[in-house]
């Protein structure tokens, strides 16, 4: 168990819907780190907030959007979703340049 | 911008073999951490290595860092079917862009 809670762990939604994914990060890391796995694919760096305040942006679709609240917890939005944007989403959390602790990820499936 | 390429893509090897992946980055490194991701699994933290030259050991895990920091290695002595996953390396240059290259996937055939 890294500390890191996704919600939900599956989500099965139609194009052009809106779906938010939830990230608890461990105690005390203030660092939220999101990123897109395709099948087969690698890691796709999406966004990463630290106490609130965005920090670094990826290849992030306009589409998406995120935020982290003051209890440190994030939350990332999709937004017209199409059927590539079908993936497992991935949370993480670090203090510091330390190792990354992963969620179990959200597996988004878009029909 | 940060790029970090890894080879091979996938490597199938039978089980005792050895398993090098090889990490290439085109620019200087500060930090650069491996992670491997069983399957279905999420990616978990094997290493960080800092020092131009290091190399450090896990068990049959080998991991080395290069004297220009621009490359890293990981090599599994051995390998036994719990070894099966993707390895990944991550520049961890920035504190806040985190960047993984796109993995080296290792099948294990016993």
């Known amino acids: 168990d890294s500390g890191v809670t996704q919600t939900p762990k599956h989500l099965i939604t139609a194009t052009g819907q809106r779906v938010t994914l939830r990230c608890s990060p461990r105690?005390?890391?203030?660092?939220v780190y999101w990123y897109q796995q395709s099948l087969d694919q690698g890691l796709q760096f999406l966004i990463q907030y630290y106490n609130g305040e965005e920090r670094a942006k990826g290849n992030i679709l306009e589409r998406f959007s995120a935020q982290q609240f003051p209890d440190l917890h994030s939350e990332l939005n999709l937004s017209s979703l199409e059927l590539g944007d079908s993936a497992l989403y991935f949370c993480?959390?670090?203090?510091?340049?330390?190792?990354?602790?992963f969620g179990e990820g959200s597996r988004l499936t878009v029909l | 911008g940060q790029q970090v390429m890894q080879i091979p893509q996938y490597q199938h090897v039978q089980e005792g073999e050895d398993f090098t992946t090889y990490c290439n980055s085109s620019?200087?490194?500060?930090?650069i951490q491996w992670y491997k991701q069983r399957p279905g699994g999420h990616p978990v933290f094997l290493i960080q290595?800092?020092?131009?030259?290091e190399v450090k050991k896990q068990k049959r895990l080998t991991f080395q860092f290069g004297e220009a920091k621009k490359n890293s290695s990981l090599h599994i002595t051995a390998t036994q079917t719990t070894d099966v996953g993707t390895y990944f390396c991550?520049?961890?240059?920035?504190?806040?862009?985190?960047?993984f290259g796109p993995g080296t996937s290792l099948s294990v055939i016993p």
């Open positions: 991550a520049d961890r240059t920035s504190y806040d862009k985190v960047i």
């Open positions: 290595l800092v020092k131009s030259g």
């Open positions: 993480a959390s670090s203090r510091g340049t330390g190792e990354l602790f």
């Open positions: 105690s005390g890391d203030l660092s």
């Open positions: 620019t200087t490194l500060s930090n």
